[in-house]
């Protein structure tokens, strides 16, 4: 559950230029953390991956399409008063790192009223992408999502999603309303933030003592896994040449989740994770290519 963004990745090659012109790639692809995830845990061996996501109305068509060529089936939502969720991304050519510029348009209006617990029927983990803890709303539809998914048994995952936002949002906050939650997926400056702790080994240790499995991204580094108070595994990533970091911390997810519901350890499946981000950082954009 969570978020579709119309993405709009532009690469440019040095600093950019104040008040004037930079030269850039640029291209338009489909993202959103929610819908990246989705799409990477299709490709790295889920069957039957569902996504639940508003959209503005007129995108919903190109959106649903695009999910459906990478083998997920979208539960989308047109939304006629709010187009679809908008980044614009600027990434380093030198350094493949991105920073982003983001209207949440219609991810920001979804509600209760959006859920089902029929949404649950016949499905083993929700995903819950924390861009929807960050409005009122979309907030209150991840807090009954949780709670229909406890009261069925279905374990639920979190990626924080962003250090900006959650700051914005604040860290006691972000804790009370993940409580609960059986798996935790920050990346490393998430996870610092979260604790307040510098080094993200001891920021997973901690977060581990509220989320029984945490896995933290490192980038480049890999990643590491913390399970109830203490890191149980550090996972190098695969070397590769770097194109565009976007979407690399979705990969992870939908690589690890994958792994773990065909019943792999939280170490295993890391390393499925990093392999997934290994090869999303390849291509431009957030989404593995299509089938």
């Known amino acids: ?44 061996g ?3 991956v569902r996504l639940l996501a508003r959209v503005g109305q007129d995108s919903a068509g190109w959106h649903e ?15 006629a008063e709010a187009p679809t969720a908008t980044v614009v991304a600027l990434v380093d050519t030198a350094t493949a790192e991105r920073t982003f510029l983001t209207d949440s348009g219609a991810v920001h209006r ?14 083993a983990h929700l995903h819950l992408s924390g861009y929807l803890l960050f409005a009122e709303q979309s907030r209150q539809l991840a807090l009954t999502a949780r709670e229909s998914a406890r009261a069925a048994g279905v374990p639920v995952s979190v990626d924080p999603a962003s ?12 804790l009370a309303l993940t409580e609960g939650v059986e798996l935790l997926l920050p990346n490393a400056d998430e ?22 499995v945490v896995a933290v991204t490192l980038g480049a580094s890999g990643a590491l896994v913390a399970v109830r108070g203490e890191v149980v595994a550090r996972v190098a990533a695969p070397e ?9 911390g979705d990969a992870f997810t939908g690589g690890f989740l994958a792994a773990r519901l065909r019943g792999a350890s939280p170490a295993e499946a890391a390393r499925a994770g990093c392999r997934a981000g290994a090869v999303a950082v390849g291509v431009v954009g957030g989404r593995p290519p299509e089938r």
């Open 191 to 212: 996870a610092t933030l979260l604790t307040g702790l510098t080094e993200p080994a001891d920021a997973a240790a901690k977060l581990s003592r509220q989320y029984p």
């Open 46 to 48: 889920c069957a039957d």
């Open 110 to 123: 979804m509600n209760p009223a959006d859920w089902s617990p029929g949404l649950l029927d016949g499905v």
């Open 240 to 248: 590769v040449t770097a194109l565009d970091s976007t979407g690399a």
């Open 1 to 44: 559950m969570g978020d579709v963004v119309t993405d709009v990745v532009a690469r440019h090659r040095g600093p950019l230029a104040l008040a004037t012109d930079t030269a850039a790639d640029i291209r338009t692809v489909p993202g959103g953390a929610g819908a990246n995830a989705a799409c990477w845990a299709a490709r790295s």
């Open 163 to 174: 250090t900006g936002f959650l700051a914005e949002l604040g860290v006691d906050r972000f």
């Open 65 to 79: 399409l695009r999910l459906r060529r990478s083998g997920v089936r979208p539960l989308l939502i047109p939304d």
